[in-house]
């Protein structure tokens, strides 16, 4: 009996070490999986629809008017706002106010040499008239020419809205045929009171007196760029 004893516990403890075995066995014959680490995608960021553009003014004759101000246009699919806030205008009248699909001219348009910038000689820089800042600026004619009226303090601030798709069939019927392209365009400032007086060489165009037509500022549409504001 007493040798029984030990051989059962050798038994016993061979037994555990083949069961140990086993299972060091099959985990070593399990086949090696790769963890491939998942980078998480990014969700799409949604298409910006509006566009947002500031015009800075700069005087073309300083001479008559140092005209200050700024604008801005914000085109938002088919509609169409444009703020406008002016100052050192021509007091108490009706100020002309267009978008050329033009540049700004130099004083290398100074033709004739005489010190001002007139119409005749900044046409073919400014390009064509494609929208009128008037009361309605879906149509060149829609607003009647009716501009915005300076305060007695030669200040003015112009609210109006329309949409892109009237206004580009009213560009296309006067010959534009590149449509609203308003970061090639410029605003334009324009006229004098009638009481002025300006030399013999300053010209108006097509059957329009110097006066009425006289560039007083100018001022490119330039697109705002948003950048996006990263944080760690």
């Not at 109006?160 to 560009?171: H, N, P, Y």
Request: hydrophobic share 35%.
């Amino acid at each position: 009996m007493r040798h029984s004893i030990p051989l059962l516990l050798l038994i016993i403890s061979l037994m555990g070490a083949s069961a140990c075995g086993d299972r060091n066995e099959s985990s070593s014959d399990r086949p090696a999986t790769n963890t491939v680490p998942v980078t998480p995608t990014r969700p799409a960021e949604p298409e910006v629809s509006q566009e947002t553009f500031n015009v800075v003014f700069e005087d073309l004759n300083p001479q008559r008017y140092t005209v200050k101000g700024t604008g801005t246009i914000i085109k938002d699919r088919d509609d169409l706002q444009v703020n406008m806030n002016m100052t050192k205008v021509p007091r108490n009248r009706r100020i002309t106010q267009r978008i050329f699909n033009g540049k700004c001219p130099t004083a290398a348009d100074d033709a004739n040499g005489d010190g001002y910038l007139d119409f005749a000689e900044t046409s073919e820089t400014l390009g064509q008239p494609i929208i009128g800042l008037d009361k309605n600026i879906n149509t060149t004619t829609g607003g009647r020419g009716v501009f915005p009226l300076s305060s007695s303090l030669g200040k003015y601030d112009y609210r109006a809205s329309g949409l892109v798709s009237r206004i580009v069939v009213d560009i296309q019927s006067v010959g534009a045929d590149e449509g609203l392209d308003l970061g090639n365009s410029v605003v334009v400032i324009q006229g004098l009171p009638t009481f002025y007086r300006l030399p013999a060489t300053v010209a108006g165009l097509e059957g329009e007196s110097a006066l009425e037509t006289l560039p007083l500022a100018c001022g490119k549409v330039e697109a705002v760029i948003f950048k996006e504001l990263v944080t760690e």
